[in-house]
């Protein structure tokens, strides 16, 4: 990840004389971090990278980790963290314009998720939460609960799978999935996402980053794509965006969930991450359930002729 702005800058305290910015760290570890999240009310919060990106406005609902119960809360930000892979968490503050951001950051240095403060409140907020001391070595995450293995794994255990690594390793495994999977053609996407709007068929969404996943559902309101291959669609309270030309793959996997099996649509980049899949979550109803299945179920393999 880089910390660069358009100006060339670094966004460091300290490190950048010329820079208007100030950082706060905060405190990364869990459930510290969670319950601060759950504080901010006004937040334009974005999960994802190159091939997908989830964006929504609004409150965080509390955020759950890696082999906690898992729930899409209408109108809150949903995220799921896995507490091993965020190493720390920071305030950028424009002290010229007063905007704030929070940044979430893996080990590496790369970007897990941001927020953007909204309010004047949220930004006073991001003063009085809990510090670090820069250049601390960071206190012991919180050790997720060990886990079924995904093979014989339900929907959640396959979303926490892909938390660890972006799927990678799973992808690599999958001929020993348990499970019904099949390759699809990533050109159905666009069309699974317009049926969806034309009849009213609400959908899950999850985008993936380094050790973090932001998850929205609801209806699709509209949807759209571009002559470049970008897809947007609004689901529920949140925008969606795909570059279908970074998609390197896609496969239908279905996995035990409320009602049984339930398929989900997953976009893989060219390095065989997940980077965001289409789905139900939770209890939908049994209609949805089954017209998402009946959906799925028609889309076309890949022509490899």
Wanted: glycine fraction near 10%.
């Amino acid at each position: 990840m880089s910390h660069e702005d358009p100006d060339g800058g670094c966004p460091f305290e300290g490190c950048c004389p010329r820079r208007s910015s100030t950082v706060r760290l905060i405190d990364a570890r869990m459930p510290e971090l969670t319950r601060s999240l759950s504080l901010f009310q006004y937040v334009q919060a974005v999960t994802g990278g190159p091939v997908a990106h989830l964006d929504q406005a609004g409150g965080y609902a509390p955020p759950s980790l890696r082999g906690e119960a898992f729930a899409v809360r209408p109108a809150a930000i949903t995220l799921r963290l896995d507490p091993e892979g965020i190493a720390s968490a920071l305030v950028i503050r424009d002290e010229r314009t007063g905007s704030a951001t929070l940044h979430l950051l893996d080990t590496e240095g790369r970007t897990a998720h941001q927020g953007r403060l909204l309010s004047d409140g949220d930004r006073l907020l991001a003063d009085l939460i809990r510090t670090v001391t820069p250049g601390s070595t960071p206190a012991a995450h919180r050790a997720a609960p060990d886990l079924p293995p995904w093979q014989d794994g339900d929907q959640l255990a396959q979303l926490d799978e892909i938390l660890t690594d972006g799927g990678a390793a799973r992808r690599a495994r999958f001929a020993h999935y348990g499970g019904d999977h099949r390759p699809v053609d990533p050109e159905a996407v666009p069309a699974v996402l317009e049926h969806a709007c034309s009849v009213g068929l609400p959908l899950g969404v999850a985008v993936f980053a380094p050790s973090a996943l932001q998850a929205s559902a609801g209806h699709v309101h509209i949807t759209d794509r571009t002559t470049g291959g970008r897809v947007f669609a609004a689901i529920g309270d949140s925008t969606l965006e795909l570059d279908l030309t970074r998609v390197a793959a896609c496969h239908l996997v279905r996995s035990t969930a409320t009602h049984g099996l339930t398929t989900s649509l997953e976009l893989d980049d060219a390095q065989g991450h997940c980077a965001a899949l289409l789905t139900q979550f939770g209890p939908v109803g049994e209609e949805t359930h089954r017209a998402w299945e009946s959906l799925t179920t028609s889309l076309p393999t890949p022509d490899t002729t």
